[in-house]
Protein backbone atom coordinates (compact mmCIF):
# COMPACT_ATOMS: atom_id res chain seq x y z
CA UNK A 1 0.00 0.00 0.00
CA UNK A 2 1.79 3.14 -1.06
CA UNK A 3 1.30 6.30 0.98
CA UNK A 4 2.12 9.55 -0.54
CA UNK A 5 1.75 11.67 2.92
CA UNK A 6 3.81 14.59 2.82
CA UNK A 7 6.63 14.91 5.48
CA UNK A 8 6.14 17.95 7.99
CA UNK A 9 9.87 19.30 7.84
CA UNK A 10 9.76 21.72 10.67
CA UNK A 11 7.16 22.04 13.59
CA UNK A 12 8.28 25.52 14.64
CA UNK A 13 4.86 27.03 12.90
CA UNK A 14 3.04 23.87 14.56
CA UNK A 15 3.98 24.65 18.09
CA UNK A 16 3.82 28.75 17.57
CA UNK A 17 -0.28 28.15 16.68
CA UNK A 18 -0.90 25.72 19.23
CA UNK A 19 -2.76 27.82 22.08
CA UNK A 20 -1.17 27.98 25.45
CA UNK A 21 -4.16 26.41 27.06
CA UNK A 22 -4.73 23.37 24.32
CA UNK A 23 -6.84 20.98 25.40
CA UNK A 24 -5.91 17.19 24.84
CA UNK A 25 -8.09 16.89 22.05
CA UNK A 26 -6.49 20.05 20.56
CA UNK A 27 -3.40 18.63 21.52
CA UNK A 28 -4.20 15.69 19.67
CA UNK A 29 -5.71 17.36 16.41
CA UNK A 30 -3.13 20.26 15.94
CA UNK A 31 -0.06 18.94 16.91
CA UNK A 32 -0.02 15.09 17.34
CA UNK A 33 -0.16 14.38 13.60
CA UNK A 34 2.65 16.46 12.55
CA UNK A 35 5.07 15.45 15.82
CA UNK A 36 4.60 12.30 14.46
CA UNK A 37 4.68 12.84 10.46
CA UNK A 38 8.28 14.62 11.66
CA UNK A 39 9.42 11.64 13.50
CA UNK A 40 9.22 9.95 9.66
CA UNK A 41 5.92 7.67 9.79
CA UNK A 42 2.70 7.53 7.27
CA UNK A 43 -0.50 7.59 7.76
CA UNK A 44 -0.95 3.84 7.41
CA UNK A 45 1.86 3.35 10.19
CA UNK A 46 -0.21 5.02 13.11
CA UNK A 47 -3.21 3.93 14.88
CA UNK A 48 -5.05 6.57 17.46
CA UNK A 49 -6.82 5.44 20.53
CA UNK A 50 -5.21 1.45 20.32
CA UNK A 51 -5.46 -1.01 23.46
CA UNK A 52 -2.60 -1.88 24.86
CA UNK A 53 -4.43 -5.02 25.69
CA UNK A 54 -4.37 -4.64 29.41
CA UNK A 55 -2.19 -1.63 30.19
CA UNK A 56 -4.96 0.95 28.82
CA UNK A 57 -5.91 3.02 25.76
CA UNK A 58 -2.75 4.91 24.18
CA UNK A 59 -3.56 7.97 22.32
CA UNK A 60 -1.25 6.72 19.55
CA UNK A 61 0.32 3.87 18.19
CA UNK A 62 2.95 3.89 15.42
CA UNK A 63 5.23 0.87 13.47
CA UNK A 64 6.82 0.88 10.05
CA UNK A 65 5.17 -0.73 7.64
CA UNK A 66 6.69 -4.34 6.26
CA UNK A 67 6.14 -5.61 2.80
CA UNK A 68 3.13 -7.76 3.53
CA UNK A 69 2.45 -6.33 7.34
CA UNK A 70 0.59 -2.81 7.02
CA UNK A 71 0.32 -1.09 10.40
CA UNK A 72 -3.03 0.25 10.29
CA UNK A 73 -4.49 -2.84 8.89
CA UNK A 74 -2.95 -5.88 11.22
CA UNK A 75 -2.65 -3.69 14.37
CA UNK A 76 -0.31 -5.60 15.71
CA UNK A 77 3.28 -5.05 17.34
CA UNK A 78 3.57 -1.75 17.68
CA UNK A 79 6.54 -0.04 17.82
CA UNK A 80 6.43 3.50 19.66
CA UNK A 81 3.33 4.67 21.74
CA UNK A 82 2.69 8.34 22.51
CA UNK A 83 0.46 9.29 25.53
CA UNK A 84 -0.41 13.13 25.26
CA UNK A 85 -1.46 15.47 27.31
CA UNK A 86 -3.28 18.62 27.25
CA UNK A 87 -1.51 21.83 27.90
CA UNK A 88 -3.32 22.25 31.09
CA UNK A 89 -1.85 19.16 32.55
CA UNK A 90 2.07 20.01 33.83
CA UNK A 91 4.64 17.66 32.68
CA UNK A 92 7.63 19.59 34.21
CA UNK A 93 9.71 16.57 35.31
CA UNK A 94 8.73 15.17 38.89
CA UNK A 95 5.45 17.21 39.10
CA UNK A 96 2.77 14.71 40.19
CA UNK A 97 1.19 14.72 36.96
CA UNK A 98 4.06 14.06 35.37
CA UNK A 99 4.70 11.39 37.41
CA UNK A 100 1.18 9.71 36.93
CA UNK A 101 1.59 10.21 33.22
CA UNK A 102 5.21 8.50 32.86
CA UNK A 103 3.32 5.79 35.02
CA UNK A 104 0.41 5.34 32.57
CA UNK A 105 2.65 5.22 29.63
CA UNK A 106 5.01 2.10 31.47
CA UNK A 107 1.03 0.53 31.94
CA UNK A 108 1.28 0.90 28.23
CA UNK A 109 4.24 -0.43 26.77
CA UNK A 110 3.77 -3.24 29.36
CA UNK A 111 0.49 -3.95 28.04
CA UNK A 112 0.22 -7.81 26.07
CA UNK A 113 -0.58 -6.02 22.57
CA UNK A 114 3.02 -4.26 22.96
CA UNK A 115 6.02 -7.11 23.90
CA UNK A 116 7.60 -5.75 20.70
CA UNK A 117 7.60 -1.71 21.57
CA UNK A 118 10.58 -0.30 21.97
CA UNK A 119 9.87 3.21 22.43
CA UNK A 120 7.83 5.65 24.48
CA UNK A 121 6.90 9.31 24.72
CA UNK A 122 4.84 11.79 26.48
CA UNK A 123 3.93 15.39 25.48
CA UNK A 124 1.49 18.16 26.21
CA UNK A 125 3.24 20.39 23.29
CA UNK A 126 5.00 22.38 26.02
CA UNK A 127 7.36 19.03 27.20
CA UNK A 128 8.40 16.40 25.32
CA UNK A 129 9.92 13.10 26.70
CA UNK A 130 11.22 9.64 25.25
CA UNK A 131 11.04 6.55 27.05
CA UNK A 132 12.89 3.12 25.66
CA UNK A 133 11.38 -0.11 26.90
CA UNK A 134 13.97 -3.63 26.78
CA UNK A 135 11.88 -6.10 28.01
CA UNK A 136 9.73 -5.22 31.18
CA UNK A 137 12.16 -2.81 31.90
CA UNK A 138 11.06 1.15 30.61
CA UNK A 139 13.50 4.00 31.18
CA UNK A 140 14.31 7.83 29.90
CA UNK A 141 16.11 8.15 26.94
CA UNK A 142 15.69 12.22 27.28
CA UNK A 143 15.04 14.25 30.14
CA UNK A 144 11.79 15.82 29.86
CA UNK A 145 12.40 18.96 27.59
CA UNK A 146 10.60 21.91 27.79
CA UNK A 147 9.71 22.61 24.04
CA UNK A 148 9.79 26.41 23.04
CA UNK A 149 9.64 27.16 19.01
CA UNK A 150 13.73 27.88 19.06
CA UNK A 151 14.26 23.96 19.91
CA UNK A 152 11.67 21.94 19.00
CA UNK A 153 13.31 20.78 15.87
CA UNK A 154 16.00 20.25 17.13
CA UNK A 155 14.30 18.44 19.68
CA UNK A 156 12.44 16.53 18.30
CA UNK A 157 15.56 15.42 15.61
CA UNK A 158 17.03 13.91 18.47
CA UNK A 159 13.90 11.70 19.35
CA UNK A 160 13.83 10.81 15.69
CA UNK A 161 17.71 9.91 15.39
CA UNK A 162 17.59 7.46 18.37
CA UNK A 163 14.42 5.69 17.48
CA UNK A 164 16.18 4.97 14.04
CA UNK A 165 19.34 3.79 15.65
CA UNK A 166 17.20 1.91 18.32
CA UNK A 167 19.88 -0.37 20.53
CA UNK A 168 20.12 -3.86 21.27
CA UNK A 169 21.16 -3.99 24.21
CA UNK A 170 20.52 -3.25 27.65
CA UNK A 171 23.26 -1.88 29.98
CA UNK A 172 23.21 -2.89 33.76
CA UNK A 173 25.67 -2.35 36.36
CA UNK A 174 25.57 -4.40 39.64
CA UNK A 175 26.35 -2.23 41.80
CA UNK A 176 26.62 -1.91 45.73
CA UNK A 177 29.07 0.50 48.00
CA UNK A 178 28.84 -2.36 50.11
CA UNK A 179 31.33 -5.33 49.37
CA UNK A 180 30.01 -9.10 50.51
CA UNK A 181 26.53 -8.90 49.24
CA UNK A 182 27.16 -11.65 46.01
CA UNK A 183 27.64 -8.40 43.06
CA UNK A 184 29.90 -10.96 41.38
CA UNK A 185 27.73 -14.10 41.92
CA UNK A 186 24.92 -12.66 40.77
CA UNK A 187 26.61 -10.85 37.75
CA UNK A 188 27.74 -14.01 36.60
CA UNK A 189 24.71 -15.85 36.92
CA UNK A 190 22.45 -13.79 35.18
CA UNK A 191 24.64 -13.34 32.42
CA UNK A 192 24.95 -17.45 32.55
CA UNK A 193 21.03 -17.47 32.73
CA UNK A 194 20.29 -15.24 29.88
CA UNK A 195 23.17 -16.64 27.79
CA UNK A 196 21.06 -20.47 28.80
CA UNK A 197 17.70 -18.57 27.41
CA UNK A 198 19.59 -17.64 24.03
CA UNK A 199 20.70 -14.16 24.52
CA UNK A 200 23.99 -13.24 23.32
CA UNK A 201 25.47 -11.66 26.70
CA UNK A 202 28.68 -9.27 27.20
CA UNK A 203 29.92 -9.43 31.00
CA UNK A 204 32.68 -6.73 32.20
CA UNK A 205 34.62 -7.18 35.00
CA UNK A 206 35.14 -3.39 36.56
CA UNK A 207 36.55 -4.60 39.88
CA UNK A 208 39.54 -4.51 39.52
CA UNK A 209 40.99 -4.97 42.35
CA UNK A 210 39.45 -8.80 43.49
CA UNK A 211 39.05 -9.81 40.25
CA UNK A 212 36.80 -12.57 41.32
CA UNK A 213 34.49 -12.79 38.31
CA UNK A 214 37.34 -12.92 36.02
CA UNK A 215 38.58 -15.52 38.03
CA UNK A 216 35.66 -17.47 38.70
CA UNK A 217 34.99 -18.21 35.18
CA UNK A 218 38.09 -17.79 32.82
CA UNK A 219 40.87 -20.34 32.97
CA UNK A 220 43.51 -17.60 31.77
CA UNK A 221 44.74 -14.25 33.41
CA UNK A 222 44.62 -11.84 30.94
CA UNK A 223 47.67 -9.98 29.89
CA UNK A 224 47.87 -6.69 32.02
CA UNK A 225 47.63 -3.17 30.73
CA UNK A 226 45.27 -5.20 27.63
CA UNK A 227 41.80 -3.45 28.66
CA UNK A 228 43.76 -0.23 29.60
CA UNK A 229 44.87 0.25 26.06
CA UNK A 230 41.45 -0.09 25.10
CA UNK A 231 39.66 2.08 26.84
CA UNK A 232 42.67 4.93 26.21
CA UNK A 233 43.60 4.42 22.22
CA UNK A 234 40.68 5.65 20.26
CA UNK A 235 41.82 2.88 17.44
CA UNK A 236 41.36 0.06 20.12
CA UNK A 237 37.94 -1.61 20.09
CA UNK A 238 36.88 -3.66 23.15
CA UNK A 239 36.61 -6.51 20.96
CA UNK A 240 40.33 -6.97 21.61
CA UNK A 241 40.10 -7.67 25.25
CA UNK A 242 36.61 -9.75 24.83
CA UNK A 243 37.69 -13.46 25.79
CA UNK A 244 34.68 -16.52 24.98
CA UNK A 245 33.71 -18.39 27.97
CA UNK A 246 31.94 -21.71 26.71
CA UNK A 247 29.74 -24.07 28.63
CA UNK A 248 29.11 -27.48 27.12
CA UNK A 249 26.85 -30.32 27.93
CA UNK A 250 26.19 -33.30 26.19
CA UNK A 251 23.03 -31.54 24.65
CA UNK A 252 24.20 -27.92 23.78
CA UNK A 253 26.86 -25.28 24.15
CA UNK A 254 26.30 -22.23 25.89
CA UNK A 255 28.72 -18.91 25.18
CA UNK A 256 28.96 -15.55 26.70
CA UNK A 257 32.15 -13.35 26.23
CA UNK A 258 33.72 -11.84 28.94
CA UNK A 259 36.09 -8.79 29.61
CA UNK A 260 38.06 -9.21 31.70
CA UNK A 261 39.73 -6.94 34.60
CA UNK A 262 42.70 -5.74 34.03
CA UNK A 263 45.43 -5.84 37.24
CA UNK A 264 47.58 -2.76 36.09
CA UNK A 265 44.44 -0.54 36.47
CA UNK A 266 44.20 -1.64 40.13
CA UNK A 267 47.19 0.61 40.64
CA UNK A 268 45.73 3.93 39.35
CA UNK A 269 44.80 6.05 41.93
CA UNK A 270 41.89 8.52 40.20
CA UNK A 271 44.04 11.29 39.06
CA UNK A 272 45.63 9.13 37.19
CA UNK A 273 42.41 7.79 35.26
CA UNK A 274 41.24 11.22 35.21
CA UNK A 275 44.74 12.31 32.89
CA UNK A 276 43.47 9.24 30.36
CA UNK A 277 40.10 9.09 30.92
CA UNK A 278 36.80 10.61 31.09
CA UNK A 279 33.73 9.65 32.54
CA UNK A 280 32.54 9.14 29.50
CA UNK A 281 35.09 6.86 28.43
CA UNK A 282 33.53 3.13 28.30
CA UNK A 283 29.84 4.50 28.05
CA UNK A 284 31.90 5.54 24.48
CA UNK A 285 33.93 2.25 23.76
CA UNK A 286 30.15 0.12 24.62
CA UNK A 287 28.66 1.69 21.53
CA UNK A 288 29.55 -0.56 19.00
CA UNK A 289 28.46 -3.79 21.47
CA UNK A 290 25.27 -1.85 22.19
CA UNK A 291 24.22 -3.25 18.83
CA UNK A 292 25.47 -6.52 18.96
CA UNK A 293 24.50 -7.67 22.34
CA UNK A 294 21.08 -8.45 24.05
CA UNK A 295 22.37 -7.77 27.67
CA UNK A 296 25.39 -6.10 28.74
CA UNK A 297 26.54 -6.81 32.41
CA UNK A 298 29.14 -4.60 34.27
CA UNK A 299 30.23 -5.91 37.60
CA UNK A 300 31.79 -2.79 40.00
CA UNK A 301 33.46 -2.19 42.59
CA UNK A 302 32.10 -1.33 46.12
CA UNK A 303 33.46 1.65 46.19
CA UNK A 304 32.72 5.10 44.61
CA UNK A 305 36.28 5.35 43.37
CA UNK A 306 36.91 6.44 39.07
CA UNK A 307 36.47 3.06 38.33
CA UNK A 308 32.75 2.49 39.38
CA UNK A 309 31.99 6.14 38.56
CA UNK A 310 33.07 4.90 34.76
CA UNK A 311 30.37 1.76 35.51
CA UNK A 312 28.07 3.38 36.76
CA UNK A 313 27.72 5.98 33.99
CA UNK A 314 28.08 3.20 31.21
CA UNK A 315 24.62 2.12 32.32
CA UNK A 316 21.01 2.26 31.50
CA UNK A 317 20.21 0.96 34.69
CA UNK A 318 21.58 -0.34 38.00
CA UNK A 319 21.13 -3.27 40.15
CA UNK A 320 21.23 -3.13 43.96
CA UNK A 321 21.81 -6.65 45.79
CA UNK A 322 21.56 -6.09 49.21
CA UNK A 323 21.42 -8.76 52.85
CA UNK A 324 18.50 -8.52 54.34
CA UNK A 325 20.58 -9.58 57.46
CA UNK A 326 23.12 -6.77 56.53
CA UNK A 327 21.94 -2.34 57.52
CA UNK A 328 24.77 -1.15 55.60
CA UNK A 329 24.18 -2.87 52.30
CA UNK A 330 20.44 -1.32 52.70
CA UNK A 331 21.46 1.94 53.69
CA UNK A 332 24.31 2.13 51.13
CA UNK A 333 21.79 1.10 48.09
CA UNK A 334 19.79 3.99 49.57
CA UNK A 335 22.74 6.60 49.22
CA UNK A 336 23.89 5.59 45.77
CA UNK A 337 20.31 5.98 44.52
CA UNK A 338 20.01 9.54 46.68
CA UNK A 339 24.06 10.53 46.07
CA UNK A 340 25.56 8.84 43.23
CA UNK A 341 23.29 8.36 40.46
CA UNK A 342 21.84 11.63 40.20
CA UNK A 343 25.42 13.46 39.34
CA UNK A 344 25.87 10.83 36.43
CA UNK A 345 22.73 11.86 35.41
CA UNK A 346 23.45 15.32 34.89
CA UNK A 347 26.38 14.68 33.23
CA UNK A 348 24.96 12.34 31.10
CA UNK A 349 22.04 14.35 30.21
CA UNK A 350 19.54 11.37 29.10
CA UNK A 351 17.65 10.34 31.91
CA UNK A 352 20.12 7.33 32.74
CA UNK A 353 21.10 5.34 34.70
CA UNK A 354 18.13 4.65 36.77
CA UNK A 355 18.32 2.26 40.26
CA UNK A 356 15.74 -0.93 39.72
CA UNK A 357 14.24 -2.00 43.29
CA UNK A 358 16.54 -3.82 45.56
CA UNK A 359 16.45 -7.29 46.11
CA UNK A 360 17.78 -9.89 48.99
CA UNK A 361 20.42 -11.84 48.07
CA UNK A 362 21.21 -14.12 50.60
CA UNK A 363 20.01 -17.14 53.05
CA UNK A 364 16.43 -18.36 53.18
CA UNK A 365 15.01 -15.83 55.48
CA UNK A 366 12.55 -16.20 58.36
CA UNK A 367 9.89 -14.48 58.79
CA UNK A 368 11.37 -12.37 62.28
CA UNK A 369 14.62 -11.67 59.75
CA UNK A 370 11.98 -10.64 57.20
CA UNK A 371 10.35 -7.50 60.12
CA UNK A 372 13.89 -6.80 61.04
CA UNK A 373 14.87 -6.09 57.91
CA UNK A 374 11.51 -4.12 57.01
CA UNK A 375 11.98 -1.74 60.08
CA UNK A 376 15.61 -0.97 58.81
CA UNK A 377 13.91 -0.06 55.52
CA UNK A 378 11.33 1.44 57.15
CA UNK A 379 13.78 4.03 58.42
CA UNK A 380 15.62 4.41 55.46
CA UNK A 381 12.11 5.23 54.04
CA UNK A 382 10.64 7.61 56.98
CA UNK A 383 13.69 10.24 55.78
CA UNK A 384 12.60 9.80 52.58
CA UNK A 385 9.89 8.89 51.10
CA UNK A 386 10.56 9.15 47.45
CA UNK A 387 12.86 6.22 47.79
CA UNK A 388 9.61 3.61 48.38
CA UNK A 389 9.47 2.30 45.17
CA UNK A 390 13.77 1.49 45.01
CA UNK A 391 12.27 -0.83 48.20
CA UNK A 392 8.87 -1.75 48.10
CA UNK A 393 8.74 -1.93 44.15
CA UNK A 394 4.83 -3.58 44.53
CA UNK A 395 3.64 -1.49 47.24
CA UNK A 396 0.74 0.39 46.84
CA UNK A 397 -1.28 2.80 49.36
CA UNK A 398 -4.45 0.18 48.42
CA UNK A 399 -2.39 -3.61 48.36
CA UNK A 400 0.25 -2.61 51.05
CA UNK A 401 1.78 -5.05 49.41
CA UNK A 402 6.02 -4.59 50.53
CA UNK A 403 7.32 -8.06 48.91
CA UNK A 404 10.68 -7.89 48.07
CA UNK A 405 12.73 -10.00 45.87
CA UNK A 406 14.58 -12.50 47.34
CA UNK A 407 17.27 -15.07 45.68
CA UNK A 408 18.38 -18.08 48.18
CA UNK A 409 21.91 -17.67 48.08
CA UNK A 410 22.99 -21.52 49.60
CA UNK A 411 26.90 -22.34 49.75
CA UNK A 412 26.49 -24.45 45.95
CA UNK A 413 26.32 -21.22 44.40
CA UNK A 414 29.14 -19.94 45.97
CA UNK A 415 31.24 -23.07 45.39
CA UNK A 416 30.17 -23.50 41.46
CA UNK A 417 33.16 -20.72 41.38
CA UNK A 418 36.00 -23.02 42.44
CA UNK A 419 34.52 -25.22 38.88
CA UNK A 420 34.87 -21.76 37.01
CA UNK A 421 30.98 -23.23 35.82
CA UNK A 422 28.28 -20.80 36.78
CA UNK A 423 26.27 -22.41 39.52
CA UNK A 424 22.95 -22.08 36.95
CA UNK A 425 24.54 -24.58 34.67
CA UNK A 426 25.22 -27.12 37.57
CA UNK A 427 22.72 -26.77 39.74
CA UNK A 428 18.90 -27.08 39.14
CA UNK A 429 17.33 -24.95 41.80
CA UNK A 430 20.06 -22.25 41.07
CA UNK A 431 18.75 -22.28 37.31
CA UNK A 432 15.30 -21.91 38.55
CA UNK A 433 16.35 -18.96 41.10
CA UNK A 434 18.37 -16.93 38.95
CA UNK A 435 15.74 -17.65 35.77
CA UNK A 436 12.92 -15.85 38.46
CA UNK A 437 15.46 -13.49 39.17
CA UNK A 438 15.52 -12.55 35.46
CA UNK A 439 11.83 -12.82 34.70
CA UNK A 440 11.13 -10.00 37.93
CA UNK A 441 13.82 -7.50 35.78
CA UNK A 442 14.01 -7.83 32.70
CA UNK A 443 12.22 -10.76 30.70
CA UNK A 444 8.68 -10.02 29.85
Not at 97 to 112: E, F, H, M
Not at 350 to 356: E, K, N, R, S
Request: charged share 20%.
Amino acid sequence: MKDNTPKVKSLKSYLQHLPQDASEAIVSTNFAPYLISYLGFSTTEIIPQYDTGGGGITDFATRRNLENDIFLQTKSNPFLLIELKGRDINLTENSPSYKATVNQLKRQLLGNNCQAAQWGIITNGSHIQLFRKHGKIIFPATTCIELTPENIDETVALIKTKIDNTPKALTVTVYNNKGGVGKTTTTVNLAAILAFLGKKVLVLDFDFNQRDLTKSILTINPEDGLLEKALTDRNIDLKSVIIPYTFKNPKRQITFDVVPADPKMADYPDFQYNSQMKIFTLHRKLDLARYEYDYIFIDAAPNWRFPSQLAVYAADVVLLPTKHNNSFSLHNAAIAIKEFLPPMQKLKKDGTPIALPIFFNGEKITQPQLEIAQKEINQILKNDKNLVHYFYPKYTPASKNSHIHHLPEYAIIASAAFARVPAVYKHISVYDYYKDLAKEYFLQ
